[in-house]
């Protein structure tokens, strides 16, 4: 899922159907933890600044539900270093991330 070094669903994210179809059930059988799919890019941008910046707060849910169950790790904190008051103030449903290993 990269390109040039960063993450294909960078480029996936303004679309609320692309990240839909991405983490539908169907495709559920191809996530595991070993390869995450969301990842901060060398410009300090995620796939969740991206659907934030385009009001896509569905995909964003949608996101966070797959980081918290399947990338669940410290590791992973930096994707919310800058946009978490964003989350927020948007709406977003944080409460999953906060109860997760991602804050904690």
Do not use: W
């Not at 294909?8 to 994210?13: C, D, N, W, Y």
């Amino acid at each position: 899922m990269e390109l040039d070094l960063r993450c294909m669903t960078i480029h996936l994210a303004f679309d609320n159907r692309s990240i839909k179809r991405l983490l539908s059930k169907s495709n559920e059988k191809f996530f595991t933890e070993d390869n995450p799919i969301f990842y901060l890019n060398r410009d300090k941008r995620t796939a969740i600044d991206i659907a934030l910046e385009n009001d896509q707060i569905k995909s964003v849910d949608l996101m966070i539900n797959y980081i918290v169950k399947y990338q669940n790790s410290y590791v992973y904190a930096n994707l919310f270093k800058y946009n978490l008051v964003n989350l927020i103030e948007e709406g977003v449903i944080v409460a999953p991330l906060m109860n997760s290993n991602i804050i904690n």
